[in-house]
């Protein structure tokens, strides 16, 4: 499944973006989706995940409370809602699938390209 995220920017400390990570397959619901980041210098990071139906979520405790992942199967699109956001939070957010909802980047199959988060002070 080729997949491409957008939605990234500069916004201020406390506001909000919402990233969309859309995909080109029909089987895009035989797919667990997660959303990982990478700062500047830094090794990629899990920061949320959603299973194939849609009920079960899954937050690194970095996020968890102001970021909120979500599919939309027939729009073969699943976003990343992030709110309260932090200068900690800047970095390439990058949206990933697999067979099943895993933690580790190096077990997802397909990546998008990155799109930028700034969060200024």
């Known amino acids: 499944v080729q997949l491409q995220a957008s939605g990234g920017g500069l916004v201020q400390a406390g506001g909000s973006l919402r990233l969309s990570c859309a995909a080109s397959?029909?089987?895009?619901?035989?797919?667990?989706l997660a959303w990982f980041r990478q700062a500047p210098g830094k090794e990629r990071e899990f920061v949320a995940a959603i299973n194939r139906s849609g009920s079960s979520t899954y937050y690194a405790d970095s996020v968890k409370g102001r970021f909120t992942i979500s599919r939309d199967d027939a729009k073969n699109t699943v976003y990343l809602q992030t709110n309260m956001l932090k200068p900690e939070d800047t970095a390439d957010y990058y949206c990933?699938?697999?067979?099943?909802?895993?933690?580790?980047?190096?077990?997802?199959?397909?990546w998008g390209q990155g799109t930028q988060v700034t969060v200024s002070s």
């Open positions: 990933a699938a697999a067979r099943t909802v895993v933690f580790p980047p190096a077990q997802y199959q397909s």
């Open positions: 397959s029909r089987t895009f619901g035989y797919y667990a």
